[in-house]
């Protein structure tokens, strides 16, 4: 069990270093643009880069049950939005890939820990 936490911390550090480090790739990869405002990169950074980095760190850190199914509450909220998206705005292959990625990180790390949590 440890290392499937572990692994799965490690894949919220690893994907969210794409979006701190490399705001404009993950822009693209996410089919979106940059405004002149510069707010684009910004938000990528912030929100699908450092946040992510922040979640892994921070369980990797306090090591605990809770501390790993936070991290399942968090991957499981992106594929709540996720799904939002596929039911409200369309469908895609990227966005079903995406989803069920969401789904099983959030989904078992919640299995795996909130038991323990509780």
Do not use: H
Not at 32 to 51: C, N, T
Not at 75 to 81: D, E, I, K, T
């Amino acid at each position: 069990m440890d290392i499937i936490n572990i692994i799965f911390a490690l894949a919220s550090i690893g994907l969210g270093f794409f979006g701190w480090l490399a705001p404009r790739y993950t822009l693209e990869t996410l089919d979106l643009q940059a405004g002149p405002s510069g707010m684009g990169p910004s938000e990528i950074r912030a929100s699908a880069g450092a946040l992510f980095v922040g979640m892994g760190v921070g369980a990797l850190m306090i090591g605990g049950p809770e501390a790993y199914a936070m991290l399942g509450f968090c991957w499981l909220g992106a594929a709540v939005g996720r799904a939002t998206s596929l039911a409200l705005d369309g469908t895609s292959r990227k966005k079903w890939t995406f989803f069920g990625i969401e789904a099983v990180v959030g989904l078992g790390a919640l299995a795996l820990n909130l038991p323990l949590a509780l």
